[in-house]
């Protein structure tokens, strides 16, 4: 392609969109046509993300690059390193469109708003034809899913994920569920004995290339005062890499990540998990391949069921399920706080400097390597900012900062509808509520911290129970129609007004203390 070469269209690949098997359209034509791809500093510092994720979509788009190039498609690519002027993805498109003049600019549906209204912008305004195509990554499609959600008063998880079952015969047999049951929840709750881990957790190490190991320098020094080490960086960054970690995944993970896949253990990172979603939400994997890889798993006797069915529900099930709502109530639901949720973000969730053990076990944890599992995001990191009474916009902002596989489509819904019930039930049935019971039950956090995860009041008292009674206490008039809270607003009714009062006084130190 020459300079005085007319381009027909601009195909935008955005730094979530690697998707090796769907990348070239049946008529792409090289000789008009080009590929386009940016790394914009915005999308690095709109949100102050940890380095490990900005190494992460960096690396895994130029490894994407690369790949083109070695099929001989043409690509304008704008590095960092190379082009100062790389502020953001409209301007820099922007500027290509003047050079350019293409006939029209080609881009999968964003999976983040804010970048799908900035692309439209800047095509509108050079009067440039935009086409925003459907993206093929996901198993359910738009359409589909506002079909699942028309005249349903609320959105359930369970429901959804039963019709998707059947829609792609995952762990079916003719009509019927695979083993009877839809979900093997219960058994996918156990803590761990006083031992601890009964062994090892996989190792999944993919040292950096050439390429990564080009990128973690530009990082360490265009983003010098983000958070994250990056002498621990080994994420997988290629299909290739990204399929290996799989295979490690469904031999050394999956057999025991079900019964243990709500557990925690102090300075033990991954466990059974299998560190998939990053690679997932960067279309590394195809998600239907992993789903049919760990149904296999099932049958060949390498992994139970119940691990079987816990996996594929949290990719077939929840990850779909999230970018329904995403899509469906997008650019609004970012804004959601139903709780009227006024507090800021504590200080400390970027520094991790806390007396509070789970917490500074799950904050070192995500500041130092971009990850921490779901359980450590939901039920103590989340839990926290809920009852707390964190803006929910800052609460998100921080996961969106902080996790290599923040992507905002799944993380939004996440934080806002799920841990913060911010969307005032539309997700999930009720706030994700508890004391410091509940992490004492399902880790060994609590037995090397000050605090007493049974006590609500004095010196010793944990601010997880100090904070949930006086979230019910605060919002029990709010959440009083909401018959699964019914026992916990009972329970809070036993509370006489002394302690209660001690409580609130208790909880309005925890405030101002911890900020």
């Known amino acids: 392609m020459t300079s005085s070469t007319t381009i027909r269209r601009l195909f935008v690949v955005l730094g979530d969109q690697l998707d090796y098997d769907r990348f070239l359209p049946e008529d792409f034509d090289p000789s008009v046509d080009l590929f386009w791809m940016a790394e914009a500093t915005e999308e690095s510092t709109h949100v102050f993300s940890n380095k490990h994720r900005i190494v992460y979509f960096l690396s895994s788009m130029r490894h994407f690059r690369n790949h083109l190039r070695s099929m001989n498609l043409p690509i304008r690519y704008h590095e960092l390193n190379n082009s100062e002027t790389c502020v953001s993805l409209s301007d820099v498109l922007g500027k290509d469109i003047l050079d350019l003049n ?17 692309l439209r912008t800047v095509c509108k305004e050079a009067g440039t034809l935009l086409k925003i195509r459907p993206d093929l990554h996901f198993l359910c499609s738009e359409k589909q899913f506002q ?55 996989p190792n999944y190490n993919t040292p950096p290339d ?181 803006q929910p916009k800052e609460t998100n902002d921080w996961f969106l900062a902080s996790y290599v596989d923040a992507v905002d489509w799944v993380t939004t819904p996440n934080v806002i509808g799920m841990s913060q019930f911010a969307d005032g039930g539309l997700m999930a049935s ?50 009083s129609n909401n018959h699964r809270m019914s026992m916990q607003l009972k329970n809070l009714q036993r509370i006489d007004d002394q302690k209660l009062t001690a409580i609130r006084k208790a909880a309005n130190s925890l405030l101002h203390q911890s900020s």
């Open 102 to 118: 293409p006939l029209q600019v080609s881009l999968i549906k964003p999976g983040d708003s804010r970048v799908e209204t900035a």
């Open 147 to 201: 079909d699942h959600a028309a005249n349903r008063k609320s959105l359930r998880l369970e429901f959804f994920y039963r019709e998707m079952r059947k829609r792609h015969d995952v762990l079916m047999e003719k009509n019927a569920p695979t083993g009877g049951s839809w979900n093997y929840d219960k058994e996918n709750r156990e803590s761990f004995s006083r031992d601890g881990p009964p062994r090892t957790a």
């Open 210 to 390: 050439k390429v990564t190991r080009e990128v973690i320098s530009l990082v360490e020094k265009r983003f010098s005062d983000h958070p994250g080490n990056l002498s621990l960086f080994n994420w997988p960054v290629t299909p290739k890499d990204a399929h290996s970690q799989l295979e490690k995944f469904l031999t050394d993970g999956l057999p025991l990540f079900g019964r243990f896949q709500d557990a925690m253990w102090e300075n033990q990172k991954t466990l059974f998990h299998s560190l998939l979603g990053a690679p997932l939400n960067l279309r590394l994997l195809d998600p239907m391949k992993v789903i049919r890889q760990v149904e296999k798993a099932y049958e060949d006797g390498i992994a139970p069921l119940a691990a079987a069915e816990g996996f594929i529900r949290q990719v077939l099930g929840w990850r779909e399920y999230v970018r329904g709502i995403y899509n469906l109530h997008m650019p609004n639901y970012e804004a959601s706080n139903f709780l009227e949720a006024k507090n800021p973000l504590p200080k400390f969730f970027w520094t991790g400097e806390t007396d509070m053990a789970c917490m500074k076990n799950c904050l070192s944890q995500v500041l130092e390597t971009g990850y921490g599992h779901h359980i450590q995001r939901l039920m103590v990191i989340g839990l926290y900012s809920l009852l707390r009474g964190v």
């Open 430 to 479: 009720k706030p994700y509520t508890a004391t410091g019971a509940y992490i004492n039950r399902m880790s060994n956090y609590c037995k090397g911290c000050q605090y007493n995860p049974k006590e609500s009041v004095g010196p010793n008292a944990c601010p997880f129970t100090t904070l949930y009674w006086s979230f019910l206490d605060r919002h029990r008039e709010r959440l």
